[in-house]
């Protein structure tokens, strides 16, 4: 089974930073990752496929990176609604997704 | 509009089993893999199980392997999972999540499940 690992587990942020997430693969994946947001009390929305195409009507703001086992989701100006959880995932190999990133004031 | 709207959840005792459904509207639900993702209220998501659109191709998380069993039924645009043997680390929220080339592309609200004495 293919292992992701997030990095941090929280971050402590304020509106307007710019926010980098990490999740690493434990075996090379290629581009096969998607990044995941899930606000308090909603099911998880699609952000990001093929680590760094933005999903329809996902603002600019959402960049993905990487291929391999190291990728990066980065939020430039984080507004007030993306306050949330993150979740990578990798489908080269079935299906296995990160711990999760908190964000949070 | 996609909607993905999934029933059958409630209090189990362990060792019961439970069936899950998932109605979908919105699209051409035949022409699409489908799957289920579950959640521990204030945990991580786990996939639990997949069916390809013509039920030719199906596979399960070792975790449930050999007590769920996921199944679809195109006429009804409808997607099941027969949870069998049940045990309290089933407890969860279940999702239905609709795949389309590769991508996890929409989830349902989910259905919670407890399974306790």
């Known amino acids: 089974e293919i292992v992701m690992t997030q990095s941090p587990a929280t971050l402590s942020v304020s509106p307007g930073e710019r926010v980098t997430v990490s999740c690493r693969a434990s075996q090379s994946i290629r581009s096969n990752l998607a990044w995941f947001q899930q606000r308090p009390g909603q099911a998880p929305r699609l952000l990001i496929s093929g680590a760094s195409t933005r999903a329809t009507g996902v603002p600019a703001r959402f960049s993905g990176s990487g291929s391999g086992t190291e990728f990066t989701l980065t939020i430039s100006s984080l507004q007030s609604e993306d306050f949330a959880v993150y979740y990578c995932q990798q489908y080269n190999d079935w299906y296995t997704f990160g711990q999760g990133t908190k964000l949070e004031i | 509009e996609v909607q993905l709207v999934e029933s059958g959840g409630g209090l189990v005792q362990p060792g019961r089993s439970l069936r899950l459904s998932c109605a979908a509207s919105?699209?051409?639900?035949?022409?699409?893999?489908m799957h289920w993702v579950r959640q521990v209220p204030g945990k991580g998501l786990e996939w639990v199980a997949g069916?390809?659109?013509?039920?030719?191709?199906?596979g399960h998380a070792d975790s449930v392997k050999g007590r769920f069993t996921v199944s679809r039924d195109n006429a009804k645009n409808s997607l099941y999972l027969e949870m069998n043997s049940l045990r309290v680390e089933d407890t969860a929220l279940y999702y239905c999540?609709?795949?389309?080339?590769?991508?996890?592309?929409?989830w349902g609200q989910g259905t919670m499940v407890t399974v306790s004495s």
């Open positions: 999540v609709k795949k389309s080339s590769d991508i996890f592309d929409m």
């Open positions: 919105g699209f051409s639900f035949d022409d699409h893999a």
């Open positions: 069916i390809s659109g013509k039920s030719d191709s199906i």
